[in-house]
Protein backbone atom coordinates (compact mmCIF):
# COMPACT_ATOMS: atom_id res chain seq x y z
CA UNK A 1 0.00 0.00 0.00
CA UNK A 2 1.10 3.48 -0.49
CA UNK A 3 0.45 6.48 1.22
CA UNK A 4 1.22 10.33 0.81
CA UNK A 5 1.61 13.06 3.18
CA UNK A 6 0.47 16.23 1.09
CA UNK A 7 0.61 19.73 2.05
CA UNK A 8 3.65 19.95 5.07
CA UNK A 9 6.50 21.81 5.19
CA UNK A 10 9.23 19.11 5.16
CA UNK A 11 12.44 19.82 7.43
CA UNK A 12 15.20 17.50 6.91
CA UNK A 13 18.49 18.18 8.87
CA UNK A 14 20.11 20.44 5.90
CA UNK A 15 16.92 21.93 4.60
CA UNK A 16 12.97 23.14 5.47
CA UNK A 17 10.54 23.09 1.89
CA UNK A 18 6.85 22.89 0.70
CA UNK A 19 6.97 19.17 -0.30
CA UNK A 20 4.63 15.70 0.24
CA UNK A 21 6.26 12.73 1.11
CA UNK A 22 5.11 9.27 -0.68
CA UNK A 23 5.42 5.91 1.58
CA UNK A 24 5.60 2.46 -0.21
CA UNK A 25 5.45 0.02 2.09
CA UNK A 26 7.62 0.51 5.13
CA UNK A 27 9.99 2.94 3.13
CA UNK A 28 9.75 6.47 1.88
CA UNK A 29 9.92 6.51 -1.72
CA UNK A 30 10.10 10.07 -2.99
CA UNK A 31 10.33 13.57 -1.91
CA UNK A 32 7.94 16.07 -4.30
CA UNK A 33 5.11 17.25 -5.66
CA UNK A 34 2.68 15.50 -8.10
CA UNK A 35 2.51 13.06 -6.29
CA UNK A 36 -0.53 10.56 -5.72
CA UNK A 37 -1.01 7.45 -3.53
CA UNK A 38 -3.80 4.68 -2.45
CA UNK A 39 -4.74 7.04 0.94
CA UNK A 40 -3.78 10.60 1.76
CA UNK A 41 -2.51 11.86 5.14
CA UNK A 42 -3.54 15.35 5.77
CA UNK A 43 -0.23 18.16 6.77
CA UNK A 44 -1.62 21.53 5.54
CA UNK A 45 -0.36 23.54 8.10
CA UNK A 46 1.94 21.14 9.64
CA UNK A 47 5.70 20.25 9.66
CA UNK A 48 6.40 16.90 8.19
CA UNK A 49 9.57 15.59 10.39
CA UNK A 50 11.61 12.35 10.15
CA UNK A 51 10.74 10.35 13.85
CA UNK A 52 13.26 11.73 16.14
CA UNK A 53 15.73 9.28 17.58
CA UNK A 54 16.18 8.92 21.02
CA UNK A 55 19.20 7.00 22.02
CA UNK A 56 20.03 7.12 25.19
CA UNK A 57 16.98 5.93 27.61
CA UNK A 58 16.70 3.33 30.17
CA UNK A 59 13.23 1.44 30.18
CA UNK A 60 13.03 -1.60 32.92
CA UNK A 61 16.33 -0.42 34.25
CA UNK A 62 17.37 -1.77 37.73
CA UNK A 63 18.81 0.88 39.90
CA UNK A 64 19.77 0.97 43.53
CA UNK A 65 16.92 -1.85 44.11
CA UNK A 66 14.28 -0.74 41.88
CA UNK A 67 13.51 -0.79 38.71
CA UNK A 68 12.46 2.29 36.28
CA UNK A 69 9.09 2.38 35.92
CA UNK A 70 8.20 2.18 32.06
CA UNK A 71 8.80 -1.00 30.39
CA UNK A 72 8.95 -1.58 26.79
CA UNK A 73 5.30 -1.71 26.42
CA UNK A 74 4.57 2.11 28.24
CA UNK A 75 7.87 3.40 27.39
CA UNK A 76 7.63 2.85 23.74
CA UNK A 77 4.26 4.19 23.56
CA UNK A 78 5.10 7.26 25.63
CA UNK A 79 7.97 8.26 22.74
CA UNK A 80 5.70 7.76 19.93
CA UNK A 81 2.99 10.22 21.34
CA UNK A 82 5.99 12.19 21.23
CA UNK A 83 7.12 11.67 18.23
CA UNK A 84 10.15 9.90 18.58
CA UNK A 85 10.27 6.64 16.45
CA UNK A 86 13.39 4.76 17.48
CA UNK A 87 15.09 4.50 20.70
CA UNK A 88 18.46 3.39 21.41
CA UNK A 89 17.86 1.55 25.13
CA UNK A 90 20.82 0.58 27.21
CA UNK A 91 21.60 -3.16 28.70
CA UNK A 92 23.32 -3.33 31.64
CA UNK A 93 25.68 -5.83 32.66
CA UNK A 94 25.49 -7.19 36.04
CA UNK A 95 28.96 -7.69 37.86
CA UNK A 96 30.59 -11.00 37.44
CA UNK A 97 27.75 -11.58 34.68
CA UNK A 98 28.28 -12.46 31.11
CA UNK A 99 27.08 -9.96 28.15
CA UNK A 100 25.74 -12.67 26.36
CA UNK A 101 23.36 -13.11 29.79
CA UNK A 102 22.76 -9.59 30.00
CA UNK A 103 21.44 -9.55 26.59
CA UNK A 104 19.31 -12.18 26.72
CA UNK A 105 17.63 -10.99 30.02
CA UNK A 106 16.99 -7.17 28.06
CA UNK A 107 15.81 -9.10 24.37
CA UNK A 108 13.64 -10.52 26.78
CA UNK A 109 11.83 -7.81 28.19
CA UNK A 110 11.33 -6.29 24.98
CA UNK A 111 11.25 -8.41 22.47
CA UNK A 112 7.17 -8.63 21.79
CA UNK A 113 6.36 -5.25 23.69
CA UNK A 114 7.98 -2.18 21.42
CA UNK A 115 5.58 -0.23 19.85
CA UNK A 116 8.73 1.48 17.92
CA UNK A 117 11.69 0.41 16.60
CA UNK A 118 14.70 0.27 19.09
CA UNK A 119 18.44 -0.97 19.62
CA UNK A 120 20.30 -1.79 22.38
CA UNK A 121 24.17 0.00 23.57
CA UNK A 122 25.55 -2.82 25.84
CA UNK A 123 26.75 -1.02 29.45
CA UNK A 124 29.94 -2.62 30.65
CA UNK A 125 30.28 -2.78 34.38
CA UNK A 126 32.39 -5.48 35.26
CA UNK A 127 35.06 -5.46 32.00
CA UNK A 128 36.88 -8.94 33.32
CA UNK A 129 39.03 -10.21 30.46
CA UNK A 130 36.07 -12.95 29.86
CA UNK A 131 33.86 -9.85 29.46
CA UNK A 132 36.24 -8.01 26.92
CA UNK A 133 36.39 -10.95 24.60
CA UNK A 134 32.76 -11.13 24.36
CA UNK A 135 33.07 -7.88 23.26
CA UNK A 136 32.95 -9.20 19.38
CA UNK A 137 29.86 -10.98 19.76
CA UNK A 138 27.56 -7.79 20.71
CA UNK A 139 28.79 -6.15 17.71
CA UNK A 140 28.15 -8.76 15.59
CA UNK A 141 24.40 -8.70 16.39
CA UNK A 142 23.90 -5.37 16.10
CA UNK A 143 25.45 -3.96 19.74
CA UNK A 144 27.90 -1.24 18.01
CA UNK A 145 28.26 0.40 20.99
CA UNK A 146 29.80 0.14 24.64
CA UNK A 147 28.90 2.38 27.66
CA UNK A 148 30.92 2.38 31.21
CA UNK A 149 30.27 4.56 33.82
CA UNK A 150 33.21 6.69 35.85
CA UNK A 151 30.53 7.49 39.05
CA UNK A 152 27.81 4.73 40.59
CA UNK A 153 30.87 3.99 42.74
CA UNK A 154 30.28 -0.22 44.22
CA UNK A 155 27.92 -0.21 41.03
CA UNK A 156 28.33 0.09 37.61
CA UNK A 157 31.52 1.98 38.08
CA UNK A 158 34.92 0.87 36.04
CA UNK A 159 38.58 2.25 37.33
CA UNK A 160 40.58 3.67 34.52
CA UNK A 161 42.20 -0.26 33.69
CA UNK A 162 38.66 -1.26 33.12
CA UNK A 163 37.46 1.66 30.58
CA UNK A 164 40.99 1.33 29.23
CA UNK A 165 41.02 -2.59 28.03
CA UNK A 166 37.13 -1.52 26.81
CA UNK A 167 38.41 1.21 24.50
CA UNK A 168 41.33 -0.60 23.52
CA UNK A 169 38.91 -3.93 22.11
CA UNK A 170 36.56 -1.74 20.34
CA UNK A 171 39.97 -0.84 18.02
CA UNK A 172 39.81 -4.76 17.04
CA UNK A 173 36.01 -5.19 17.25
CA UNK A 174 35.16 -1.62 15.98
CA UNK A 175 32.71 0.29 17.39
CA UNK A 176 31.89 3.62 19.71
CA UNK A 177 32.50 3.69 23.41
CA UNK A 178 29.85 6.02 25.10
CA UNK A 179 31.08 7.17 28.57
CA UNK A 180 29.48 8.50 31.87
CA UNK A 181 31.94 11.32 33.04
CA UNK A 182 31.51 11.98 36.88
CA UNK A 183 34.56 11.29 39.30
CA UNK A 184 32.85 8.85 41.01
CA UNK A 185 35.53 8.52 43.79
CA UNK A 186 34.94 12.42 44.28
CA UNK A 187 31.42 11.99 44.06
CA UNK A 188 31.58 9.48 47.27
CA UNK A 189 33.63 11.81 49.63
CA UNK A 190 31.39 14.51 49.07
CA UNK A 191 28.25 12.21 49.58
CA UNK A 192 29.91 11.49 53.30
CA UNK A 193 30.71 14.71 53.72
CA UNK A 194 26.98 16.24 53.38
CA UNK A 195 25.71 13.42 55.26
CA UNK A 196 27.73 13.54 58.18
CA UNK A 197 26.98 17.34 58.18
CA UNK A 198 23.09 16.67 58.55
CA UNK A 199 22.80 17.56 54.88
CA UNK A 200 20.13 14.89 53.65
CA UNK A 201 17.65 16.43 51.43
CA UNK A 202 17.57 16.41 47.54
CA UNK A 203 19.74 19.42 47.04
CA UNK A 204 22.58 17.94 48.33
CA UNK A 205 22.54 15.47 45.72
CA UNK A 206 23.52 18.67 42.88
CA UNK A 207 26.27 19.71 45.93
CA UNK A 208 27.81 16.63 46.02
CA UNK A 209 28.62 16.16 42.24
CA UNK A 210 29.98 19.49 41.15
CA UNK A 211 30.41 20.81 37.37
CA UNK A 212 34.30 20.19 38.21
CA UNK A 213 33.77 16.88 39.22
CA UNK A 214 31.82 16.34 35.57
CA UNK A 215 34.78 18.07 34.04
CA UNK A 216 37.41 16.44 35.33
CA UNK A 217 36.26 13.08 34.04
CA UNK A 218 35.40 14.08 30.96
CA UNK A 219 38.83 15.59 30.38
CA UNK A 220 40.25 11.84 31.56
CA UNK A 221 37.73 10.07 29.58
CA UNK A 222 39.02 12.12 26.66
CA UNK A 223 43.11 11.28 26.88
CA UNK A 224 41.86 7.83 27.70
CA UNK A 225 40.08 7.76 24.59
CA UNK A 226 43.23 10.08 22.57
CA UNK A 227 45.67 7.18 24.50
CA UNK A 228 44.10 4.48 22.87
CA UNK A 229 43.41 6.43 19.41
CA UNK A 230 39.90 5.77 19.32
CA UNK A 231 36.39 7.57 19.47
CA UNK A 232 34.58 8.59 21.92
CA UNK A 233 30.93 9.80 22.67
CA UNK A 234 30.52 11.97 26.13
CA UNK A 235 26.95 11.49 27.45
CA UNK A 236 24.63 13.60 28.65
CA UNK A 237 27.02 16.65 28.96
CA UNK A 238 25.56 19.58 31.18
CA UNK A 239 28.23 21.98 31.64
CA UNK A 240 30.94 24.37 30.90
CA UNK A 241 33.72 22.52 32.61
CA UNK A 242 32.80 19.63 30.44
CA UNK A 243 32.59 21.64 27.20
CA UNK A 244 35.45 22.82 27.14
CA UNK A 245 37.32 19.27 27.56
CA UNK A 246 35.24 18.18 24.42
CA UNK A 247 35.96 21.18 22.53
CA UNK A 248 39.21 21.62 22.88
CA UNK A 249 40.07 17.65 22.18
CA UNK A 250 38.42 18.53 18.80
CA UNK A 251 40.37 21.50 18.61
CA UNK A 252 43.22 19.16 18.24
CA UNK A 253 41.43 17.01 15.94
CA UNK A 254 40.42 14.24 17.93
CA UNK A 255 37.30 12.31 17.29
CA UNK A 256 35.27 13.34 20.64
CA UNK A 257 31.18 13.65 20.04
CA UNK A 258 28.97 14.37 22.91
CA UNK A 259 25.21 15.02 23.41
CA UNK A 260 23.15 16.79 25.66
CA UNK A 261 19.38 16.23 27.00
CA UNK A 262 16.35 18.26 27.29
CA UNK A 263 16.94 18.60 30.94
CA UNK A 264 19.97 20.41 31.05
CA UNK A 265 18.23 23.20 28.59
CA UNK A 266 15.29 23.90 30.86
CA UNK A 267 15.54 22.88 34.06
CA UNK A 268 18.25 24.06 36.66
CA UNK A 269 19.93 23.15 39.78
CA UNK A 270 16.98 25.43 41.94
CA UNK A 271 14.41 22.65 40.98
CA UNK A 272 16.00 20.34 43.55
CA UNK A 273 15.46 22.58 46.31
CA UNK A 274 11.79 22.33 46.07
CA UNK A 275 9.73 21.71 49.32
CA UNK A 276 8.14 19.29 50.48
CA UNK A 277 10.87 16.53 49.35
CA UNK A 278 9.83 17.71 45.56
CA UNK A 279 12.99 18.22 44.64
CA UNK A 280 13.84 14.59 44.71
CA UNK A 281 11.42 14.50 40.95
CA UNK A 282 14.49 16.59 39.79
CA UNK A 283 17.15 14.51 41.06
CA UNK A 284 19.22 12.60 38.08
CA UNK A 285 22.76 12.22 37.28
CA UNK A 286 24.73 14.32 36.47
CA UNK A 287 22.55 17.14 38.22
CA UNK A 288 20.69 19.73 36.76
CA UNK A 289 22.99 23.05 36.51
CA UNK A 290 22.91 26.49 37.01
CA UNK A 291 20.81 28.64 34.62
CA UNK A 292 24.23 29.97 33.24
CA UNK A 293 25.11 26.57 31.27
CA UNK A 294 22.41 26.73 28.93
CA UNK A 295 23.81 29.03 26.87
CA UNK A 296 27.02 27.20 26.68
CA UNK A 297 25.08 24.05 25.88
CA UNK A 298 23.37 26.02 22.97
CA UNK A 299 26.68 27.64 21.93
CA UNK A 300 28.20 23.70 22.02
CA UNK A 301 25.77 22.88 20.16
CA UNK A 302 25.64 25.67 17.21
CA UNK A 303 29.53 24.97 16.70
CA UNK A 304 29.30 21.60 16.77
CA UNK A 305 31.52 20.36 19.65
CA UNK A 306 27.53 18.34 20.59
CA UNK A 307 26.22 16.49 18.34
CA UNK A 308 22.76 15.52 19.89
CA UNK A 309 19.99 16.05 22.24
CA UNK A 310 18.58 13.04 23.82
CA UNK A 311 16.50 12.82 26.89
CA UNK A 312 18.51 9.81 29.25
CA UNK A 313 14.47 8.89 30.30
CA UNK A 314 14.52 7.17 33.62
CA UNK A 315 11.54 7.70 35.05
CA UNK A 316 10.76 6.67 39.29
CA UNK A 317 7.65 7.51 40.91
CA UNK A 318 7.71 9.76 43.50
CA UNK A 319 5.49 8.18 46.15
CA UNK A 320 7.67 4.56 46.91
CA UNK A 321 10.83 5.41 44.82
CA UNK A 322 11.87 8.25 45.34
CA UNK A 323 10.56 8.46 48.48
CA UNK A 324 13.47 6.06 49.15
CA UNK A 325 15.78 8.71 49.75
CA UNK A 326 13.93 10.90 52.45
CA UNK A 327 16.24 11.92 55.17
CA UNK A 328 18.99 10.07 52.64
CA UNK A 329 19.35 12.20 48.96
CA UNK A 330 22.09 9.33 48.17
CA UNK A 331 19.07 6.84 48.07
CA UNK A 332 16.93 8.41 45.91
CA UNK A 333 16.51 6.87 42.20
CA UNK A 334 18.53 8.63 39.73
CA UNK A 335 16.61 10.07 36.97
CA UNK A 336 13.92 12.14 35.17
CA UNK A 337 10.83 11.14 32.99
CA UNK A 338 11.48 12.89 29.75
CA UNK A 339 10.82 10.52 26.31
CA UNK A 340 7.56 11.61 25.47
CA UNK A 341 8.41 16.02 25.77
CA UNK A 342 11.64 16.17 23.67
CA UNK A 343 9.62 17.19 20.52
CA UNK A 344 7.43 20.06 21.73
CA UNK A 345 9.78 21.14 24.27
CA UNK A 346 12.44 21.54 21.89
CA UNK A 347 10.00 23.17 19.32
CA UNK A 348 8.60 25.34 22.04
CA UNK A 349 11.36 26.19 24.61
CA UNK A 350 14.02 25.86 21.97
CA UNK A 351 13.25 26.67 18.41
CA UNK A 352 10.44 29.13 19.03
CA UNK A 353 12.51 31.08 21.60
CA UNK A 354 15.26 31.40 19.04
CA UNK A 355 17.87 29.22 20.43
CA UNK A 356 17.78 27.09 17.32
CA UNK A 357 16.15 26.84 13.99
CA UNK A 358 13.59 23.49 12.90
CA UNK A 359 16.95 22.32 10.88
CA UNK A 360 18.81 22.36 14.13
CA UNK A 361 16.01 20.53 15.92
CA UNK A 362 16.00 17.51 12.88
CA UNK A 363 19.79 17.30 13.15
CA UNK A 364 20.53 17.45 16.98
CA UNK A 365 16.98 14.87 17.31
CA UNK A 366 16.97 12.33 14.51
CA UNK A 367 19.45 13.15 11.95
CA UNK A 368 23.08 13.31 13.64
CA UNK A 369 22.19 10.26 16.85
CA UNK A 370 21.26 8.09 13.77
CA UNK A 371 24.47 8.75 12.27
CA UNK A 372 26.23 8.45 14.96
CA UNK A 373 24.81 5.52 16.16
CA UNK A 374 25.06 3.76 13.09
CA UNK A 375 20.95 3.85 12.12
CA UNK A 376 21.45 3.52 8.93
CA UNK A 377 17.55 3.73 7.99
CA UNK A 378 16.53 6.25 10.21
CA UNK A 379 16.74 9.86 10.80
CA UNK A 380 15.93 10.97 7.38
CA UNK A 381 13.46 11.69 5.21
CA UNK A 382 14.60 10.33 1.94
CA UNK A 383 14.28 7.73 -0.87
CA UNK A 384 15.20 4.24 0.82
CA UNK A 385 14.97 5.18 4.43
CA UNK A 386 12.26 3.83 6.96
CA UNK A 387 8.89 5.84 6.68
CA UNK A 388 9.73 6.75 10.20
CA UNK A 389 7.84 10.23 10.06
CA UNK A 390 6.56 13.01 12.46
CA UNK A 391 3.36 15.60 11.03
CA UNK A 392 4.33 18.28 13.58
CA UNK A 393 1.58 20.85 13.86
CA UNK A 394 3.35 23.73 15.55
CA UNK A 395 0.12 25.97 16.16
CA UNK A 396 -1.63 23.51 18.60
CA UNK A 397 -1.34 24.83 22.65
CA UNK A 398 -1.39 22.48 25.61
CA UNK A 399 -0.41 22.23 28.96
CA UNK A 400 1.78 19.45 29.89
CA UNK A 401 0.48 17.39 32.80
CA UNK A 402 1.05 13.98 34.54
CA UNK A 403 -2.40 13.35 34.57
CA UNK A 404 -2.30 13.55 30.48
CA UNK A 405 0.85 12.25 30.00
CA UNK A 406 1.39 8.30 28.15
CA UNK A 407 4.54 7.93 30.36
CA UNK A 408 4.01 5.35 33.45
CA UNK A 409 5.36 7.57 36.07
CA UNK A 410 3.60 9.05 38.65
CA UNK A 411 4.47 12.93 37.95
CA UNK A 412 6.18 15.27 35.35
CA UNK A 413 8.63 17.24 36.08
CA UNK A 414 7.48 19.66 33.62
CA UNK A 415 3.76 19.63 35.15
CA UNK A 416 1.96 22.35 33.94
CA UNK A 417 4.43 23.91 31.45
CA UNK A 418 2.07 25.41 28.55
CA UNK A 419 3.57 24.95 25.71
CA UNK A 420 2.93 24.93 21.65
CA UNK A 421 3.50 22.49 19.03
CA UNK A 422 2.74 18.91 19.39
CA UNK A 423 2.46 15.88 16.88
CA UNK A 424 -0.69 15.18 14.77
CA UNK A 425 0.67 11.69 13.17
CA UNK A 426 3.49 10.05 13.96
CA UNK A 427 4.46 6.70 11.28
CA UNK A 428 6.86 3.84 12.16
CA UNK A 429 8.16 2.30 8.99
CA UNK A 430 4.81 3.61 6.92
CA UNK A 431 2.22 2.64 9.99
CA UNK A 432 0.51 4.86 11.81
CA UNK A 433 1.37 4.49 15.67
CA UNK A 434 -0.10 8.02 17.16
CA UNK A 435 -3.15 9.94 15.67
CA UNK A 436 -5.25 12.59 17.09
CA UNK A 437 -3.98 12.39 20.31
CA UNK A 438 -4.04 8.49 20.95
CA UNK A 439 -1.11 5.89 20.66
CA UNK A 440 -2.75 3.65 18.26
CA UNK A 441 -0.20 0.38 17.74
CA UNK A 442 -0.50 -2.44 19.61
CA UNK A 443 2.67 -3.38 21.66
CA UNK A 444 5.01 -6.27 19.51
CA UNK A 445 5.17 -4.26 16.04
CA UNK A 446 8.78 -2.49 17.16
CA UNK A 447 11.42 -3.91 15.79
CA UNK A 448 14.96 -4.75 17.01
CA UNK A 449 17.42 -2.88 14.78
CA UNK A 450 20.79 -3.91 14.19
CA UNK A 451 22.94 -1.13 13.93
CA UNK A 452 26.32 -0.82 11.73
CA UNK A 453 29.67 0.53 13.47
CA UNK A 454 30.45 4.40 13.03
CA UNK A 455 33.87 5.15 12.78
CA UNK A 456 35.11 8.52 12.05
CA UNK A 457 38.45 8.92 11.09
CA UNK A 458 38.59 12.90 12.09
CA UNK A 459 36.03 14.54 14.06
CA UNK A 460 33.65 15.89 12.15
ZN1 LIG B 1 21.60 7.39 31.26
Known sequence: MSRLIRGGRVVTATDAFDADVLIEGESIAAIGTGLSADEEIDASGCLVLPGLVDNHTHLSMPFGGTWSCDDYDTGT????????????????????????????????????????????HMAITDAQPNVIAEMGDCVEQGITSFKV??????????DDEQFLAVLEETGKTGGLVMVHCENGDAV???????????????????????PEVEGEATGRAIR???WTKRPLFVVHVTCEESVNEIRAARDRGLPIFGETCIQYLYLTVDDLDRPDFEGAKYVCSPPLREEKNQAVLYQALRQGALQGISTDHCPFNFKEQKELGLGD???????????????????DRSVRAGHMSVVDLVRHGSWGPARIFGLDKKGALAPGFDADVVVFDPDVKHTISASTHVMNVDYDPFEGWEVQGKPRFVLSRGETVYADGKVVSEPGRGRFVKRSIFEPAVAS
Request: hydrophobic share 45%; proline share 4%; aromatic share 12%.
Open 149 to 158: FMAYKGALMV
Open 224 to 226: LAE
Open 188 to 210: VRYQKEAMAAGNTSPKYHAWSRP
Open 329 to 347: FTKIPNGLPAIEHRLTLLY
Open 77 to 120: AAAAAGGTTCIVDFIIQYVGGSLKDAREEWHGRADGAAHIDYGF
